[in-house]
C-alpha cells in the first residue's frame, strides 16, 4: 500500500507510517519491534530488558531475522554514575558492532554518547516529558525528539502538560524532527498531531494487547476492558511522576506516599521494577506497578500488531476524508456567467 503521509520522520527512518513503536519496558523484545517494523513503522527494543549485553545482541539478531534485514532501533534509559556509564558504553558497544542504525535514548541527558553514536552513522532520538528539556537536547545535536504528554503511561515529567498543547509549543520552538506522544490511539491522533505540527507519533499503550506482546493474556484482556478513567498517577512525592494501570498496588503506593511523604525506602520494595516483569508472566496484575497510558481506551481487542495498524492506517484515510468533507464548496450562484 502506497505512503498515506510523508515527513521528516518517515524520511529519517524510511518507514510507511509517521509512527514510533518506543520502547516498552520488558516487553519491547524482536517479536514485537519486528512486527512493527514489518507493519511499516519504526521499533525500538528495550535494551534494560535484556540481562547481559550478549543477551542484547542476542536479541538484535533475532530481530533482524524477523524484518529480513530492515533496519530497526534501541531503546537505552540514560542514569548517572559510574557503573552506569560503563553499562551504557557496553550496550552501545553491541550496538556498534551489530550495525544498528537507530537509537532512541531516554532518562538523563545522551550528550557524552552522541560523538560516538554519530560517528557510527546512528541517528538519536531523544524522549523527553517538557519542552524545556526538548531544547536542551535539540542543542546538543540529537537528531529528533518525542516530547510526552501527560496522557501517556510510564514517566510523563512533572509539569504535566497534556499533548494537545505541548505539540503546538513543541512544534514552533523545535527545529528538529518532532515526534509526539501521550493519548496516541487512533488514526485520527496521527493526523491530529500532524496537522498540529508533528513529524509523527510515537505509540506505547495502544500496542499492549498486540498478540506480540508477550505479556499474560489475562492482563491483555483486562487492559481491553479497561478504558480511560484506569490510570492514576503516583510517585509525585519523589518527583518521578509514573502514570500506571490504577490497581491495587497503585492504590497501596499513594497511600503511602501520602503518609510518609515520598520516603523511598518505604516505596521502593513495592515499585521495584522486577514485580512488574513477574506481573506480565503471571498475568497478577494487581501486584505490580504496571506503566499505562489513557489511550488503553482504544485498546479493545487482542490482534496482531499488523491488524492495529491496519486499523490505524483506515483512521487517518477516515480522518483525513471528513477533513475534506468539512471544506467549503464554492457558491456557484456567485460564480460569473459565461456567455456563449
Same mark, same amino acid.
Given at each position: 500500500?502506497?505512503?498515506?503521509?510523508?515527513?521528516?520522520?518517515?524520511?529519517?527512518?524510511?518507514?510507511?507510517?509517521?509512527?514510533?513503536?518506543?520502547?516498552?519496558?520488558?516487553?519491547?523484545?524482536?517479536?514485537?519491534?519486528?512486527?512493527?517494523?514489518?507493519?511499516?513503522?519504526?521499533?525500538?527494543?528495550?535494551?534494560?530488558?535484556? !540481562?547481559?549485553?550478549?543477551?542484547?545482541?542476542?536479541?538484535?539478531?533475532?530481530?533482524?531475522?524477523?524484518?529480513?534485514?530492515?533496519?530497526?532501533?534501541?531503546?537505552?534509559?540514560?542514569?548517572?554514575?559510574?557503573?552506569?556509564?560503563?553499562?551504557?558504553?557496553?550496550?552501545?558497544?553491541?550496538?556498534?558492532?551489530?550495525?544498528?542504525?537507530?537509537?532512541?535514548?531516554?532518562?538523563?541527558?545522551?550528550?557524552?554518547?552522541?560523538?560516538?553514536?554519530?560517528?557510527?552513522?546512528?541517528?538519536?532520538?531523544?524522549?523527553? !516529558?517538557?519542552?524545556?528539556?526538548? *531544547?536542551?537536547?535539540?542543542?546538543?545535536?540529537?537528531?529528533?525528539?518525542?516530547?510526552?504528554?501527560?496522557?501517556?503511561?510510564?514517566?510523563?515529567?512533572?509539569?504535566?502538560?497534556?499533548?494537545?498543547?505541548?505539540?503546538?509549543? +513543541?512544534?514552533?520552538?523545535?527545529?528538529? !524532527?518532532? %515526534?509526539?506522544?501521550?493519548?496516541?490511539?487512533?488514526?485520527?491522533?496521527? %493526523?491530529?498531531?500532524?496537522?498540529?505540527?508533528?513529524?509523527?507519533?510515537?505509540?506505547?499503550?495502544?500496542?499492549?494487547?498486540?498478540?506480540?506482546?508477550?505479556?499474560?493474556?489475562?492482563?491483555?484482556?483486562?487492559?481491553?476492558?479497561?478504558?480511560?478513567?484506569?490510570?492514576?498517577?503516583?510517585?509525585?512525592?519523589?518527583?518521578?511522576?509514573?502514570?500506571?494501570?490504577?490497581?491495587?498496588? /497503585?492504590?497501596?503506593? +499513594?497511600? *503511602?506516599?501520602? /503518609?510518609?511523604?515520598?520516603?523511598?525506602?518505604?516505596?521502593?520494595?513495592?515499585?521495584?521494577? /522486577?514485580?512488574?516483569?513477574?506481573?506480565?508472566?503471571?498475568?497478577?496484575?494487581?501486584?505490580?506497578?504496571?506503566?499505562?497510558?489513557?489511550?488503553?481506551?482504544?485498546?479493545?481487542?487482542?490482534?496482531?500488531?499488523?491488524?492495529?495498524?491496519?486499523? *490505524?492506517?483506515?483512521?487517518?484515510?477516515? /480522518?483525513?476524508?471528513?477533513?475534506?468533507?468539512?471544506? !467549503?464548496?464554492?457558491?456557484?450562484?456567485?460564480?460569473?456567467?459565461?456567455?456563449?
Amino acid at each position: 500500500m502506497a505512503a498515506l503521509f510523508n515527513t521528516r520522520i518517515t524520511d529519517l527512518y524510511g518507514i510507511r507510517l509517521p509512527v514510533i513503536a518506543s520502547g516498552l519496558m520488558w516487553l519491547a523484545n524482536a517479536d514485537y519491534i519486528g512486527a512493527a517494523v514489518n507493519a511499516g513503522l519504526m521499533g525500538f527494543m528495550t535494551a534494560a530488558s535484556c !540481562p547481559s549485553p550478549d543477551a542484547l545482541r542476542d536479541e538484535i539478531r533475532r530481530c533482524r531475522q524477523i524484518t529480513g534485514g530492515k533496519p530497526f532501533g534501541v531503546n537505552i534509559g540514560i542514569r548517572k554514575g559510574e557503573k552506569e556509564d560503563q553499562r551504557i558504553t557496553r550496550i552501545i558497544d553491541v550496538i556498534v558492532e551489530e550495525g544498528v542504525r537507530f537509537v532512541e535514548t531516554y532518562g538523563y541527558s545522551p550528550e557524552a554518547y552522541i560523538p560516538r553514536l554519530h560517528d557510527a552513522g546512528i541517528k538519536v532520538l531523544h524522549k523527553v !516529558p517538557s519542552v524545556r528539556f526538548a *531544547l536542551k537536547a535539540q542543542s546538543i545535536g540529537v537528531d529528533a525528539i518525542t516530547v510526552v504528554g501527560a496522557e501517556a503511561g510510564g514517566h510523563p515529567g512533572t509539569d504535566l502538560v497534556g499533548t494537545f498543547v505541548q505539540s503546538v509549543v +513543541a512544534a514552533r520552538k523545535l527545529h528538529v !524532527p518532532l %515526534v509526539v506522544a501521550g493519548g496516541v490511539g487512533t488514526g485520527a491522533h496521527i %493526523v491530529s498531531a500532524l496537522a498540529l505540527g508533528a513529524d509523527a507519533v510515537a505509540i506505547g499503550t495502544r500496542f499492549l494487547v498486540a498478540e506480540e506482546i508477550w505479556a499474560h493474556h489475562k492482563y491483555k484482556e483486562r487492559l481491553v476492558a479497561a478504558d480511560e478513567t484506569h490510570t492514576a498517577l503516583i510517585l509525585q512525592t519523589l518527583r518521578k511522576t509514573q502514570r500506571a494501570f490504577a490497581n491495587e498496588k /497503585a492504590k497501596l503506593v +499513594a497511600e *503511602l506516599e501520602s /503518609a510518609n511523604g515520598g520516603d523511598i525506602d518505604v516505596l521502593l520494595p513495592h515499585i521495584a521494577g /522486577a514485580l512488574g516483569r513477574k506481573a506480565y508472566q503471571s498475568g497478577d496484575y494487581e501486584q505490580a506497578i504496571l506503566s499505562l497510558g489513557q489511550s488503553v481506551a482504544f485498546a479493545d481487542r487482542i490482534e496482531p500488531i499488523a491488524a492495529i495498524v491496519a486499523r *490505524l492506517e483506515a483512521e487517518a484515510r477516515a /480522518a483525513l476524508s471528513r477533513l475534506e468533507g468539512l471544506q !467549503p464548496r464554492p457558491d456557484i450562484s456567485a460564480m460569473p456567467t459565461m456567455l456563449a
